[in-house]
């Protein structure tokens, strides 16, 4: 047996924890039962189903994520780094193990919502979505646990993280949940909602178990490219098409509405990590010293993932200008992003990156993540709209370009990415000298 998941089974698989958890959901499935005029049914099934979403999802996730946490707590966690585990049995030693009493009162749950429910295939996909979510929530909760690890738990948890996921989920909830029981229009078919959903859910946690599993390499120090998060953009890209996809979208028109949807979500994962991940300011150095000797395999394998975001946004961007780009769709709102528009979007990224850099390089450690958020507020919100209000309105673009004025917002962007990356190479030299000074 894994020696991970037999460790979690003893420290989760205890008396006190299966007497409190059993009781609790006994107790809401007979007060169910009751209510249900002591017969299986509707009442029931919907107190089955939310049992599941509270145990098994909620309680699940917060016990897999703590178990990562608490050993960085007590400090116990580089002496499981330093065992002769691989990433993956130490992967799913966590998934199942410390969720283990979570996935029991699932199984409870889920056998008395089969029974309260007419056999079908509806109540088998309805299990697979929630069991799919399940396993998404886990893997979301370790992979916050093994990027505290990487910031150090001092640092506390990423803002950025917590909002991205919860934008994450928010949208992705919306998205699929909307109309459980009618039709998904993707890529000109018809799926039923439902089934739909849980397709797509079970296709999400596969790729988180996946995020997780290269999160925990890089925690034991396996080396690994950079192709994951590629992967991972192209296949939202090319999912999120689907719903743009129309009877008349030639195939040209189709790569174009890629590379533009493409471009966005690299953008967009370029932020988060940046954001998200402690920077460090000596990186560079390192990276240049192995190109400088041809070692090309070290700087993949050693680059922080927000350089290898921007490095994928690149060539989307390129080719989302040639091609004339493609459709956002926004709420109701379609947004049709030109050429020019997409090469906006990458200076935009451009700048804010380099100024992102130049405040790790600069700001406390503890204040990184928030001097960079205020930094994105201003430059987006608050000064543009002071400007605007002002009555300045050339003012508001020259802050904040618009991309639907695609030669005007290069040329001003152009200026604001040179700035910015001048500003970002004087932070970082200072930030060498005072290393270089201390040794």
Request: include cysteine; glycine fraction near 10%; hydrophobic fraction near 55%.
């Amino acid at each position: 047996m894994n020696p991970e998941f037999q460790r979690n089974l003893w420290q989760e698989w205890t008396r006190p924890r299966l007497t409190s958890a059993f009781a609790a959901l006994g107790a809401i499935l007979v007060l169910a039962w009751l209510a249900n005029g002591r017969l299986p049914g509707a009442i029931t099934a919907n107190a089955a189903l939310g049992c599941i979403a509270i145990f098994t999802v909620a309680w699940g996730a917060h016990l897999c994520g703590r178990s990562l946490i608490d050993e960085l707590r007590s400090r116990t966690w580089d002496q499981q780094r330093m065992s002769a585990l691989s990433p993956w049995r130490m992967l799913w030693g966590k998934l199942l193990g410390a969720p283990a009493v979570a996935w029991a009162c699932g199984g409870v749950a889920a056998g008395v919502y089969l029974l309260s429910v007419a056999p079908g295939s509806e109540a088998l996909w309805m299990l697979l979505a929630l069991t799919a979510g399940a396993v998404a929530c886990h893997a979301g909760a370790l992979i916050g646990g093994l990027m505290l690890a990487q910031r150090g738990q001092p640092a506390g948890m990423s803002v950025s993280l917590r909002l991205a996921a919860t934008l994450g989920l928010y949208a992705v909830g919306s998205a699929l949940f909307k109309s459980v029981e009618g039709v998904q229009h993707w890529y000109g078919f018809d799926f039923p909602s439902l089934a739909f959903s849980a397709c797509v859910l079970a296709a999400l946690a596969s790729w988180l178990v996946f995020g997780s599993y290269r999160l925990m390499c890089d925690e034991l120090k396996v080396r690994t490219r950079p192709w994951a998060l590629g992967g991972f953009i192209g296949f939202v890209a090319v999912f999120y098409a689907g719903w743009l996809y129309g009877p008349n979208t030639t195939p040209l028109a189709w790569v174009t509405q890629i590379c533009t949807l493409g471009l966005c979500g690299a953008l967009l994962a370029a932020y988060v990590c940046a954001m998200a991940f402690g920077t460090d300011p000596l990186m560079p150095r390192r990276l240049l010293g192995y190109a400088a000797r041809g070692l090309w395999r070290r700087v993949a394998e050693e680059a922080p993932l927000w350089t290898v975001a921007a490095a994928y946004a690149l060539p989307l961007a390129v080719l989302a200008g040639v091609l004339g780009g493609g459709q956002l769709a926004m709420e109701k709102t379609v947004v049709h992003l030109t050429g020019g528009g997409a090469l906006a979007l990458l200076l935009y990224a451009t700048r804010d990156l380099a100024v992102l850099f130049g405040i790790a390089c600069r700001a406390p450690r503890r204040g990184v993540e928030t001097s960079q958020l205020i930094y994105l507020a201003l430059a987006y919100w608050l000064l543009p709209s002071i400007a605007s209000l002002a009555g300045g309105e050339t003012l508001s673009l020259l802050l904040r370009p618009d991309p639907e004025r695609a030669l005007s917002a290069v040329a001003v962007l152009c200026a604001h990415a040179l700035l910015a990356l001048w500003w970002a190479r004087q932070m970082w030299g200072q930030r060498l000298g005072e290393q270089d000074a201390q040794n």
